[in-house]
């Protein structure tokens, strides 16, 4: 009785985290810098990874997050730390696909099996006509209140008259 009930629970904290909008692919690796030295499995990392904002072109993030060596970690199993840095920039003459509301997802990572995942989120501070980008960690028992922002001012690009974000907003 008690493990249907617990397999209940553990399905429907699987659809719940499963479900919802799903933002961009897969990140770009630029690189791993190892932490902790690990004799016969693989070490604990950093990890840096580069994204595009699926819906504004001409901004990429960078995003760095810890990431568990060990037998858990080399199977899978370990549940990553919540802690993460966050850098966006301008790359390119900034033009939007397509209107969005404020804390729309640009990017969504699982941070272990079932319960933990690391979001991007995209805002407009329309008084200084900045995107606004949020990195944190949800874990659906008890969430998490590490997180990093990182602003990107809406700047003229090779003569370019610069879009107002807030002619984008929802």
Known sequence: MINRILCGAMAAAAAVVLA???????PDLIFRKSTVWKMLTPDDKLATYGVDDPDVEGVACHFTVPERGGVSGMFGLAEE????????RQVGPIRFTTKFSQ??????QSR?????KTQIVRGCDAKRN????LIYSDKL????????????PIMPWGGDTPERCENYLK
Do not use: H, Q
């Open 20 to 26: 919802g909008p799903v933002a961009a692919a897969e």
């Open 81 to 88: 730390a919540s802690d993460a840095s966050l850098s966006c």
């Open 103 to 108: 804390g729309d997802v640009v990017f969504r």
């Open 112 to 116: 272990s099996l079932f319960f933990k």
């Open 130 to 133: 900045v995107l606004v980008y």
């Open 141 to 152: 028992i008890e969430g998490s209140p590490k997180n990093s922002t990182s602003t990107v």
